[in-house]
């Protein structure tokens, strides 16, 4: 079994994605869902119930700072009960986009940690060009998570380990000119890596250009056992049970 720790495999991304996820099942690998806002919230919630090999994590991230209401986050807050729903996210801070409204960011991220740390939830971070600010943010609150799609240096990937979270990794691993990412996780410990997808985005090199999906999940676990002179199958069993543990599945 392989758990895809983040992926956007729903229809508003996708016109096949129900086939995906099928073809996922069938190839034993789970999919944590990310929502980032009402609609895909809802979408994620649909799938969930509706596959048994897919988990939902559900959030209001950086891009929807001025549409969300003190109504949406009750709305949140009731959806957060569901079963299925292993963690608040996709939540987190960007300021590579937009740099005018950092405040009006962190005070979302902090509503969506005020949820985590109420119900005792991990969270899935983005983070771009803010993770100072987001390390500084976590360290008030008691929770654990995923940095996603984590692009920083090794030093400060130990730091957040060191407070209870995951180093999230994925296509951009195997790019040939990130030879970065390829050296931290060297010098980071495997048992607090996730492997993730990001799909429909961050294909794989030999699938960029193509939309991503979690099968391609496989091109980022190979590319990790390389790197750490490692076993997939090995690869695969740690990064699976990390992903069991902080995500209770």
Same mark, same amino acid.
């Given at each position: 079994?392989?758990?895809?720790?983040?992926?956007?495999?729903?229809?508003?991304?996708?016109?096949? %994605?129900?086939?995906?996820? !099928?073809?996922?099942?069938?190839?034993?690998? +789970? /999919?944590?869902?990310?929502?980032?806002?009402?609609?895909?919230?809802?979408?994620?919630?649909?799938?969930?119930?509706?596959?048994? *090999?897919?988990?939902?994590?559900?959030?209001?991230?950086?891009?929807?700072?001025?549409?969300?209401?003190?109504?949406?986050?009750?709305?949140?807050?009731? !959806?957060?009960?569901?079963?299925?729903?292993?963690?608040?996210?996709?939540?987190?801070?960007?300021?590579?986009?937009?740099?005018?409204?950092?405040?009006?960011?962190?005070?979302?991220? #902090?509503?969506?940690?005020?949820? %985590?740390?109420?119900?005792?939830?991990?969270?899935?971070?983005?983070? #771009?060009?803010?993770? !100072?600010?987001?390390?500084?943010?976590?360290?008030?609150? *008691?929770?654990?998570?995923?940095?996603?799609?984590?692009?920083?240096?090794?030093?400060?990937?130990?730091?957040?380990?060191?407070?209870?979270?995951?180093?999230?990794?994925?296509?951009?691993?195997?790019?040939?000119?990130?030879?970065? !990412? #390829?050296?931290?996780? +060297?010098?980071?410990? @495997?048992?607090?890596?996730?492997?993730?997808?990001?799909?429909?985005?961050?294909?794989?090199?030999?699938? #960029?250009?193509?939309?991503?999906?979690?099968?391609? /999940?496989?091109?980022?676990?190979?590319?990790?056992?390389?790197?750490?002179?490692?076993?997939?199958?090995? @690869?695969?069993?740690?990064?699976?049970?990390?992903?069991?543990?902080?995500?209770?599945?």
């Amino acid at each position: 079994m392989i758990i895809d720790t983040h992926s956007h495999m729903y229809e508003s991304e996708y016109e096949n %994605a129900e086939k995906v996820i !099928q073809k996922c099942k069938d190839n034993d690998i +789970k /999919i944590i869902l990310n929502g980032i806002d009402k609609k895909s919230n809802l979408e994620v919630l649909e799938l969930s119930k509706k596959y048994d *090999n897919v988990y939902a994590a559900i959030g209001y991230d950086h891009s929807v700072v001025d549409e969300i209401t003190e109504e949406d986050i009750g709305l949140l807050e009731e !959806q957060i009960k569901d079963n299925k729903v292993t963690a608040i996210g996709e939540i987190g801070l960007d300021y590579y986009w937009i740099k005018d409204n950092k405040e009006k960011q962190k005070t979302l991220f #902090r509503k969506m940690l005020n949820l %985590a740390e109420k119900y005792n939830l991990p969270i899935i971070v983005h983070s #771009r060009d803010a993770v !100072q600010d987001v390390y500084d943010i976590v360290k008030e609150y *008691n929770v654990i998570g995923s940095i996603h799609c984590y692009s920083g240096s090794k030093e400060m990937a130990r730091e957040f380990i060191k407070i209870g979270f995951y180093i999230g990794i994925d296509g951009p691993i195997t790019y040939k000119n990130n030879k970065k !990412q #390829r050296e931290m996780i +060297k010098e980071i410990d @495997i048992n607090h890596i996730l492997v993730e997808t990001d799909s429909p985005y961050l294909a794989p090199e030999g699938k #960029r250009g193509e939309k991503n999906t979690p099968l391609n /999940i496989i091109y980022i676990i190979d590319e990790i056992a390389q790197e750490l002179n490692m076993s997939e199958e090995k @690869i695969i069993e740690i990064t699976t049970n990390n992903a069991k543990e902080l995500f209770n599945i």
